[in-house]
């Protein structure tokens, strides 16, 4: 029998929250990356530079060699974790909130992490942040 330890007032046994633990939405945020990624190179209003970003970091996420080899629990998987959020802060600063949000597949919710973590936000038409 697995038993979960919920440290955040979780009983024991129960459910997850309505909107997932934290560990669920993260792992459903790399998918919708991965697309995001793949139709951002594709557009054409995406400068060339940005292009390469997105391209570096596929090609650093699919090359056998790490700076922290992936065997070593949870600092392996961390320098990939690393180069995506970079990639997409650069990006998603870059390009702009709109065209990312345009091709996000994913949810609000995952949308607005993204945001959070590339310290964007977007402006609404009298050019004030939302």
Do not use: N, T
């Amino acid at each position: 029998m697995l038993i979960r330890f919920r440290p955040r007032g979780g009983s024991l046994g129960s459910s997850p929250p309505a909107g997932g633990s934290s560990e669920d939405r993260l792992v459903r945020l790399v998918p919708d990356c991965v697309v995001l990624f793949r139709r951002l190179a594709r557009d054409p209003r995406l400068a060339r530079r940005y292009k390469l970003v997105l391209l570096g970091a596929a090609a650093y996420l699919v090359m056998p060699i790490d700076l922290i080899p992936d065997f070593i629990p949870v600092l392996g998987q961390l320098d990939d974790a690393l180069v995506v959020a970079l990639a997409l802060r650069a990006v998603v600063r870059g390009a702009g909130v709109d065209l990312v949000a345009e091709h996000w597949p994913g949810s609000a919710g995952s949308l607005a992490v993204v945001e959070r973590l590339a310290g964007a936000r977007r402006r609404s038409a009298d050019g004030s942040a939302r």
